[in-house]
């Protein structure tokens, strides 16, 4: 007996050390350097909402957030001349807190505009850019990033010279300093080569530019619809060292009218954190509706091989919304793809919707109505769900975020109520009385969605094609009509 009791506690003892050794295995897989870059066009956040997405960051685990808002002039257009005392408290502060967080603030400078790498100001700009970094470095940053994206010179030579110039004097000289970040003037895949070959200035670059500089890049487009092994692989390959993600979701500076409430999507489980060692989410102008996808993006950085989309997707929600989860995430729902003509990222909007109304529109025989269906019944039972939900979401959001959403908010309801007078029209059978009322109400609701389509859109492949696609079939059905 007292055999098996002492094999009993060795037991216990050896999963007790396991435990630990098991938590610190699973920890290796985790992305090194995961966070927020806040790199996107439009207002910049306020000193108060930087504080705040810290302390957010840190709930998740995050661990390093990148200041370099393209619209703050001391960022890009004055890069030279030191901030204001009043913005340079403010950066001390931030890098404070973040210190106590255990967040690493990297600070970013973008001069490729206007810097001189040859010329009569080339020694001028270096000391200007060393005066700017030296200044932070002062308040506790101890890292920096060159930005030359969205630039209209290609100057890899000069890039990589001054780049590997301030890492040299600059970064090894200051104790404490981490490597290096660059963002390069070809920052995607697609725009880094030419017919399977490096094109010149990403050949060069990659050359010229010292190897514990770490690289930026965002996959395979600006905006792309996932990434891929062969994505990765091919541009750790052209530059001969693993680059880092900046990840262009859920920021929809380009796309201002629509809000990014989906997860980060589409990565394939395949890459781990050897092939990508820095994942930053940059985010949108609105930091409280930013939070789902950066959430969903700490879960895969965290993570990579093992993330859920939706699993997460659905945490983030109910962890930020509580009682309302339910409610947000059927907004969110149809507020997920972000799409131009360049840019496809996000998952599609309302799919199971989206099914619902091919359904509908497969019951079309010809004849003047569509059958009364389950599909119809189901289709309505959603209509009034939705209806509730917004009108919840309304009344009991908190201030802060139902002003950062309350456009889109009110132009899903115009839709909703405009899809519930269309489905009662298709089921109505031809009752002309009945229908009268209802196109008259249908209408009005239709202006509401005009008028309004300037400044939020929501759902356009979802909700929004369906209204559109009832439009062209009424019309089908007066030609038909008329015909007769």
Request: aromatic share 10%; with cysteine.
């Amino acid at each position: 007996m007292k055999i098996k009791l002492l094999i009993l506690a060795l037991a216990t003892l050896a999963l007790a050390i396991q435990l630990p050794l098991n938590a610190q295995a699973d920890k290796g897989g985790e992305i090194p350097l995961r966070g927020v870059v806040e790199g996107f066009y439009g207002t910049p956040w306020t000193h108060e909402q930087r504080l705040d997405m810290l302390s957010f960051m840190a709930s998740k685990d995050l661990n390093a957030y990148i200041y370099a808002p393209k619209d703050d002039e001391f960022h890009r257009k004055f890069w030279r001349q030191p901030y204001p005392a009043d913005k340079y408290a403010e950066l001390k502060e931030l890098t404070q807190k973040a210190k106590q967080l255990n967040i690493d603030i990297v600070f970013a400078v973008s001069p490729g505009n206007d810097i001189d790498f040859s010329g009569a100001n080339k020694e001028g700009d270096r000391k200007a850019m060393v005066a700017k970094l030296k200044a932070m470095y002062d308040i506790g940053i101890r890292h920096f990033a060159l930005f030359f994206d969205d630039i209209p010179e290609k100057d890899a030579a000069g890039q990589a010279e001054f780049a590997n110039w301030i890492n040299k004097q600059f970064i090894k000289k200051n104790k404490g300093c981490r490597p290096l970040i660059l963002v390069p003037t070809e920052y995607y895949l697609r725009d880094m080569e030419a017919e399977g070959k490096a094109k010149e200035y990403t050949a060069t670059l990659a050359a010229k530019l010292d190897k514990n500089i770490m690289v930026l890049y965002t996959g395979a487009e600006v905006c792309p619809d996932g990434l891929d092994k062969a994505t990765v692989r091919r541009a750790n390959e052209i530059y001969g060292r693993s680059l880092g993600i900046w990840w262009n979701y859920p920021v929809s500076d380009y796309l201002k009218e629509k809000l990014a409430l989906g997860p980060v999507d589409n990565i394939d489980k395949e890459i781990t954190n050897k092939d990508v060692p820095a994942f930053f989410i940059n985010p949108m102008e609105k930091p409280e509706l930013s939070k789902i996808a950066i959430a969903t993006g700490a879960d895969y950085a965290k993570n990579p091989t093992g993330y859920d989309e939706n699993a997460a997707w659905e945490q983030a929600i109910d962890e930020q919304y509580g009682d309302l989860g339910k409610d947000m995430k059927l907004f969110a729902s149809h507020s997920q793809r972000m799409e131009n003509s360049w840019a496809h990222i996000g998952r599609a909007d309302a799919p199971e919707l989206q099914k619902l109304y091919t359904a509908l529109w497969s019951l079309d025989t010809g004849s003047k109505t569509i059958p009364k269906t389950k599909v119809v019944e189901t289709l309505l039972e959603k209509n009034q769900e939705r209806q509730q939900a917004l009108n919840r979401l309304g009344d009991q959001l908190p201030a802060k975020v139902l002003a950062e959403c309350e456009p889109q908010l009110e132009q899903l309801a115009f839709m909703t109520v405009a899809e519930e007078y269309a489905l009662k029209i298709l089921e109505s059978d031809g009752n002309k009385d009945q229908q009268e009322g209802l196109f008259l109400k249908l209408a009005i609701a239709q202006s509401q969605i005009a008028d309004k389509d300037t400044t939020a859109k929501i759902s356009e492949k979802a909700l929004g094609k369906f209204l559109d696609d009832f439009v062209h079939w009424q019309a089908k059905k007066c030609r038909s009509s008329d015909q007769q």
